[in-house]
């Protein structure tokens, strides 16, 4: 039915406007009778769903006034600014369309992922039809005034934005950035036995590389234990200004790449609604016939062999349905579809009536009656309740939440007769609870890891559990199992993407990844972070579980990894995010870690970055002074002090947050008590690095007072720093004793091969600590003279021994608390 | 030729040491006579390099000392850490070793990228065998006391790391974060059409976004004008912990996944080296003829359907010829032996036993002579000069780069006879730029955008180019061609590697995204800033041309797009690299923004990242005074100052840095010079980020008496930032002044859809710099008390405007400089 610009703009008399060539408006289409199994009542009952939702999405992008079209279109009805993408709406509303049908058909469970971009028109529109709309925003009533109102918010000042956000009835995935609407689909599904997924992705999208990596996450889907993702390539063809590459590939091409990602895809191509309508409602019948069967063989003890999952390629004309050619361009069916199709619609009255003839081609007059509201029969096909995808509480996570049974941290951590006398992997000792806690909650907390689990030393979870692995399993395979709760995949996109599903659905889970990798989903973890923030203020949203990282294998002992894998900068991507959703935690030790995490697992609607060692390490608390420790957040170790006594400054602080940054400064006290036992020295650690900030900007924030009864008012701060040192400097600029605070951090070296080398690479050593003190207290005299000289040499005798033997001079490597160790 | 665990490893007289379990060490093979095009002697010759760069490798993991095994093995002979990873190893000599022969039958120019991790042993290895490793490190001669030196420094303190890295010879591909080997591959290949590039990709790498997405490059080579990458996918089946998932779905799948992307792929498999070799040399013959038939027919004039490219997998196990069997496990084929196999070597007397006959499984005595060099024999299959492909130029781009050809900017400027008298869309007047420097040099410079050419209005550049595109064109399909200089795909990933791979080979390029969206490039942006930092202290590597971006459609003009579509935060990622290598530009307008990228492209081996809008909006320098404002990269800004004399200090300065800050800046000048004319205003325009930085952090950054001749000692600052309000703190924050410093930034606070809504969401508006300045300056007064209630006034307003209408207030809307504008 597509008309197109060569074959008729210039010779059929169509409005030429300002702009000189033609411009058409689409014809209002007849449905005839085509093969398939959708009896003429359902067909009817169906596209004018159909024709509703695009009728009220072109409504949203285009009128501020004037929605049924009551009066003619003049242009004070139409918004000042046109934004909103129609182009991959109709064909949304299609798959929303005929989803509907299958859910009343099936009883479905079922949520809607609109992987396009810009798409929030389409879902708007049908959340709006199924009443949810109304229900949740009483001023978009389901009538004249109130689709008016929904037309009026939409990319408007104080309204709601052009794609699916928290905003959106029924969405749990936001429509801004591409490329991860299959992992949030995936992770949705995982221990949703009874829930399916109908997630549309679109051909942009699929262009890039977190999307074309995540067809893959098929392989960890069990049909017993998950639910069913039923992805529809969106295959319209065009992004905005140029085709996609799967429609330029052939037919069979795209098939047997589809195939190769371990599907079974359907086709469903058209551009006449009639035949479209019975070819996806065939598709559909067949995908989920062949989703039960495969459901029911595996919950019926079948052998599990993966299946290839149904899928269905749609490909529909970009922009169907709206004027087929402007200004004697072709649009329907082109990138000219893209956004707004009849761009000078408030000031071109060719335009405007173009515009006109095209809503008037739904005929609204059919699918809405006097008072506004969406007639009987097209209300007839809509599920009811929370059968209602728009409304679905899955797509709400926070109501669904269950507490996670959290095992008492105390009883798995270490014995700590005194400090530093044991040392311990700390992610090791948080591996032994984390097993604990997969244990007790069987079907709602998961661990995903890029293939680093046991590398960062969190492998006692597979004594009670294995690697989630769906695809075939090896001889020497080890540890893998069809039930597994833990997901592996080199993939930090898939991790993250598929965690995030699974928390935006009311679910818990912990992400480990090494430090520096981090970074390859600093976008993903920016998007989730506003999408907390957003929808904090959606009153109808409820609180999530935080999103938890575990950053170890962490820059300082990246030694041997070398300088690619040396990078803290997350935690400065982290604390760029609105200061109520996120968390930074450096616990200092084993026990620390496991009380921190405690808090993580606990906690609701933040993001939580934990990092951690993963290398045998002091414990340096133990478990009631690691708890009390936690609570504070930040403390005074008055064990590793000297002469520091309460109520008066001492003479230099020794701050540090990060394990290798502690243990550099115990080592730096320890010389320091025994070559300067007069010298006043304080010894800081921050466990939660919010506490720094000023109390009205976080709300860990410690308030001015406690941080300068702390940090002193006027005494050197010698500040020794897990990440960038400039970071330390940004949240405490404003404090009182600022200049006198001297950071010592990470700065991008180079590589190196031995643990100590590396820390003296970035002069965080204890040698410079001590240094550090010698050159900022005033009056030390001779003996800090002397001291500062012993502190170069046994500095340059450390280098000299790791360049020679490739290992940590022994007086470091064997160094015990509180031994000098020179 | 596998020995398993289960089959022998208990009944045979096998080592068993401490850790109980028997270890087994590998047999040395004698070579078959098996099908295929390899006569005997060339069979036994390139055996013969594969097992000598085996030797080398394993050496490299474990030896210290004693490389020949002219002694029997002691624990000092062996390094006291054992780091590298031999699992990938043996399949990329293997793939180098045919490289060779083929390289030597066809005269191939080739060079080779390692996509898996830390496999930089074998090409370490293969330079040292070819020779190339002594001609450019002296130390590292080709006998045996280069062999030990070779050995010593790998993974060790002052070495080299375990991967790939601009330290091995012949080497443009990073090895440590993984999942560009085939973006890097091809875009070394563009431009290229005499290269061959054999790209190994991990079968663990390639479960990555990253890489997934990128087997879609082949879709934008053109034979006749580029060369060709021929990938071998390293099917070894495991990685760390895990096995791949390319190597547990049926090989069917996996087949149907890669002809799907567009190759026609060859399987080699076996265990058996004589087997192996033939069918490689077999396999690689087919390839490269293809390849050839390929680009003859492109050449020839051929209508240039896109081929079937063709590829290799090579399935071979995970550290072929290691011990088969450690401590009663099975670890040839399996994820153990994916680091080091033998991981007590050092200490345990069986592993060390194992070791020595492991390495001498290889027959050193055969492959070296008694002075410790390769024999003649193994010499004779090396390519010789630049074929070697460590010693090809290509892989040290700063050899063949070649400066550009740029037009004069200043032809290119817009005529600006006062300051704000015309509004021009910035990137725009770039464009036409761009296109000139474009058509100039049509074999080494190219555009990178993913989908957002024309929507960041750099269009003008296809009036001399197309899009290149390799595959099917459509029929409203506009502007794509087969030659094209523009490189367009919805893959940020794709832009960056693809862009890097062609830096990285000696050309140029720019690639330009919305601002939100480098985000998901923060890491492959680290990876890349530290290639340019690591390299530049290695002697033979020459400076490669600047990654620049052009990043618009930024922070302030994403009113409609969203809160998805606001993040300033790549600065922040981007100041945290080393200062010599990183540069941040804030053009205010047309004229500075062509200035600052002609600086740009002449510059070398930086990363330049500039910012700007692409909306309509005042030109405020004439093209001279562009000229002489970047040069200083800040300044004062006279004629939009009031009273501000030069030797004293103003009562104010104004700073302002990005185009929206600036914009907002000169309106609240405005409105001070109009309502408190005796005011002593300052404006200083920040373009060059780096100038803020104490000089002795960065080459850019300002002197103090400077920064406080600009800035004054003790007056208010309100600094109207682009970003991150904090990021000025941090660069700023040792300055006299920086207490007297105000920062007005974006923070994070949810979307809205007008631009100057946007502003005002924000506080960057220009009320709140007036009011800023009423309250921060001493004495001003009542008629300052009164003209900060009339700002309070006008900014709501402006909002309650913006809220009725859905665009901004007239008074804003129609501002001109120097109008208050109330």
Redesign the interface.
Known sequence: MTRTAGAEGDTSADNVGAHGGASIAPTPYVLTDAPGPLAHEELVALDAFWRAANYLAVGQIYL?ANPLLREPLIPEHI???L?GHFGTVPGLNLVWTHANRAIRARDLDAVFVAGPG?GGPGPNACAWLEGTYSELYSDISRDAAGMGALFAQF?????????C?PETPGSFH??????YSLLHAFGAVLDNPDLTVFCVVGD??A????????W?AN?FVNPARDGAVLPILALN?Y???????F????ED??????????YDPVLVAGDDPSRVHQDMATALDRCLDRIAAVQRAARDGADGARPAWPMIVLRTPKGWTCPPVVNGD?VE???RAHQVPLPAARTDDTHRAVLEQWLRSYRPDELFDADGAPVAALLDQVPVGARRMSANPVANGGELIRDLRLPDWREFGVEVEAPGAIKREATRVLGGWLREVTRRNPDNFLTFAP?????NRLQDILEVTG?D?Q????E???D?SRTGRVI???????CEGLLEGYLLTGRHGVFTCYE??I??V??MF??H??WL??SA?VPWRRPLASLNYLLSSHVWRQD??????Q?P?FL??VL???PEIVRVYLPPDANTLLSVYDHCLRSRHYVNVVVAGKQPQEAWLSVPEAAVHCARGVGIWEWAGNGDVTGTAPDVVLACAGDVPTLETLAAAAILRNRLPDLRVRVVNVVDLMRLLPAEEHPHGLPDSEFDTLFTRDRPVIFAFHG?P?LI??LT?RRTN?AGLHVRGYK?K?????PF?MVMLNDLDRYHLVMDVVDRVPGLGERAAALRQDMVDARWRARAW??E???DIPAVADWTWPEPGL
Chains 1, 2 share one sequence.
Request: proline share 5%; aromatic share 8%; glycine share 12%.
């Open positions: 501020m918004k000042p600014r934004l810009h990319s408007f000042p104080g309204g709601v934005p052009s794609h956000a936001e429509g801004g950035e591409l490329g942009g999208e262009e890039t590389g977190p999307l074309a990596g995540s893959h392989k063809q992004k905005i200004a140029n085709p996609t590459l429609a330029r590939i052939p091409e795209l098939m047997s790449l589809l195939r190769g990602y371990g072709q069916g082109t990138f293939d680093e689990l046991a590398s690697r692995w695809a075939e399993i090896g020497f395979d080890v893998l592996e995949v080199l993939s930090e996109h898939m520096a990798f970074h390859i600093d976008a920016n998007q972070a506003k923030d957003a203020a041997h990894n070398g300088f690619t894998h990078d900068g400065d991507v760029n995010k609105k960038y400039w400097h940004r600029y600022h991008e180079g590589t190196t091969t031995t080398d790791t360049r033997h490739g290992a």
